[in-house]
């Protein structure tokens, strides 16, 4: 009859989601499960290292290919081939082994279009794409949020079109970077430049934004200006004051100051209008990734790459919530782990405070909008 098979996409994910089952047993590259509330019978737990599947390399859709030759562009193959990473073979087959023995397949690898990708890639490569699937769909690894999650599984064929959405995009880069690469490079080594230039569709874009910012840096010419500040004294309080105006030179300030019968140090004055204003500043949204990078960088210097990084990890370490999301939003289930926990958080930043909203508001919390928002 066969077993259900959980597809996680690393380690680490793999045993949150044996941490949330009654019996477990580690054994090498997967873990078998007995947990009579979400299985009729045995399950296991397999994983992947990120993309244990990848696009082969030229010369092995046309040995003539291995050349590097201007007359061999584009190179477009007819249909695109898959193979399994060198180092991650042993992996590999006791996956494979897994999921055609398996009568159904949950994919668990992240709830995004590159983790449908990874597990679709995955199971196509083991030849085990006509088995039935079901789809994970969750944005915390807590045990309630994964417990809820194993109890309502979605229809895995629901989230194939984020699988061809990804593909599409790794066939696009396999077909930018291959050949822009070795046009670029066979052209510039005609002009004498030696090396490989490397060409690709995202960092060929972010490196010609870079080289026009540096340009702007280059080339700007800072100009001096001339304002009017000074301090005010009014009934024994003193306050700063400035002038909005701005002056090319120092003589056209001086200028405006005789003008006005001005003169340094003690001036008297008259408040001719006093406005006052009650202005309301809503709180900062939560976090997502893209702000998150833009707040440690400005902050930290931290690279893209780190942040991600490092916010990958928390999140496996179930401190943070799914960090691969421009949502701004968390869970109920997730605003309720963060109340029981508050206090854990207190003492980690050393602060104390009461809280002020008890109850989940719409600002910070909202369902549909994670979900949705995680789709993308």
Same mark, same amino acid.
């Given at each position: 009859?066969?077993?259900?098979?959980?597809?996680?996409?690393?380690?680490?994910?793999?045993?949150?989601?044996?941490?949330?089952?009654?019996?477990?047993?580690?054994?090498?590259?997967?873990?078998?499960?007995?947990?009579?509330?979400?299985?009729?019978?045995?399950?296991?737990?397999?994983?992947?290292?990120?993309?244990?599947?990848?696009?082969?390399?030229?010369?092995?859709?046309?040995?003539?290919?291995?050349?590097?030759?201007?007359?061999?562009?584009?190179?477009?193959?007819?249909?695109?081939?898959?193979?399994?990473?060198?180092?991650?073979?042993?992996?590999?087959?006791?996956?494979?082994?897994?999921?055609?023995?398996?009568?159904?397949?949950?994919?668990?690898?992240?709830?995004?279009?590159?983790?449908?990708?990874?597990?679709?890639?995955?199971?196509?490569?083991?030849?085990?794409?006509?088995?039935?699937?079901?789809?994970?769909?969750?944005?915390?690894?807590?045990?309630?949020?994964?417990?809820?999650?194993?109890?309502?599984?979605?229809?895995?064929?629901?989230?194939?079109?984020?699988?061809?959405?990804?593909?599409?995009?790794?066939?696009?880069?396999?077909?930018?970077?291959?050949?822009?690469?070795?046009?670029?490079?066979?052209? @510039? %080594?005609?002009? +004498?430049?030696?090396?490989?230039?490397?060409? !690709?569709? $995202? *960092?060929?874009? /972010?490196?010609? =934004?870079?080289?026009?910012?540096?340009?702007?840096?280059?080339?700007?010419?800072?100009?001096?200006?001339?304002?009017?500040?000074?301090?005010?004294?009014?009934?024994?309080?003193?306050?700063?004051?400035?002038?909005?105006?701005?002056?090319?030179?120092?003589?056209?300030?001086?200028?405006? @100051? %005789?003008?006005? +019968?001005?003169?340094?140090?003690?001036?008297? !004055?008259? $408040? *001719?209008?006093? /406005?006052?204003? =009650?202005?309301?500043?809503?709180?900062?949204?939560?976090?997502?990734?893209?702000?998150?990078?833009?707040?440690?960088?400005?902050?930290?210097?931290?690279?893209?790459?780190?942040?991600?990084?490092?916010?990958?990890?928390?999140?496996?370490?179930?401190?943070?919530?799914?960090?691969?999301?421009?949502?701004?939003?968390?869970?109920?289930?997730?605003?309720?782990?963060?109340?029981?926990?508050?206090?854990?958080?207190?003492?980690?930043?050393?602060?104390?405070?009461?809280?002020?909203?008890?109850?989940?508001?719409?600002?910070?919390?909202?369902?549909?909008?994670?979900?949705?928002?995680?789709?993308?």
């Amino acid at each position: 009859m066969g077993h259900v098979l959980i597809l996680a996409e690393k380690p680490s994910q793999a045993k949150a989601y044996a941490d949330s089952f009654q019996h477990t047993n580690k054994k090498e590259g997967y873990i078998e499960v007995t947990d009579h509330r979400f299985f009729d019978d045995r399950a296991f737990i397999t994983w992947g290292y990120g993309h244990l599947v990848e696009l082969v390399s030229p010369e092995q859709y046309n040995a003539a290919w291995k050349q590097w030759r201007l007359e061999q562009l584009p190179m477009f193959p007819e249909h695109f081939q898959f193979q399994v990473s060198k180092d991650k073979k042993k992996q590999f087959n006791i996956a494979k082994k897994l999921l055609n023995d398996a009568c159904e397949i949950i994919v668990a690898t992240d709830c995004d279009r590159e983790g449908e990708n990874i597990a679709r890639s995955i199971i196509s490569l083991a030849g085990a794409a006509d088995k039935s699937t079901k789809r994970l769909w969750i944005n915390s690894l807590e045990v309630d949020e994964i417990q809820k999650g194993f109890q309502k599984l979605r229809e895995g064929k629901n989230y194939l079109s984020l699988y061809k959405e990804a593909q599409t995009r790794q066939f696009s880069d396999w077909l930018v970077g291959m050949n822009a690469s070795r046009l670029y490079t066979l052209l @510039l %080594q005609k002009r +004498g430049m030696k090396g490989v230039f490397s060409v !690709g569709r $995202v *960092q060929t874009a /972010t490196l010609y =934004l870079l080289y026009k910012r540096q340009q702007e840096i280059e080339e700007f010419v800072s100009r001096p200006y001339f304002t009017f500040q000074g301090e005010a004294t009014i009934n024994n309080e003193s306050f700063d004051v400035k002038h909005k105006q701005r002056f090319e030179t120092k003589e056209e300030a001086q200028n405006i @100051l %005789q003008e006005k +019968g001005i003169v340094s140090r003690v001036n008297d !004055g008259l $408040v *001719q209008a006093l /406005t006052k204003e =009650l202005k309301k500043e809503k709180s900062p949204k939560l976090h997502s990734l893209s702000s998150l990078q833009s707040t440690a960088n400005k902050k930290w210097k931290y690279s893209p790459s780190e942040v991600l990084k490092v916010a990958q990890g928390l999140y496996e370490k179930k401190v943070l919530s799914y960090p691969r999301t421009d949502s701004h939003y968390v869970t109920d289930s997730e605003f309720n782990y963060i109340k029981d926990n508050l206090t854990n958080y207190q003492k980690c930043l050393n602060v104390n405070m009461e809280m002020a909203y008890p109850e989940a508001r719409k600002r910070y919390v909202d369902n549909s909008k994670v979900i949705e928002l995680s789709r993308v």
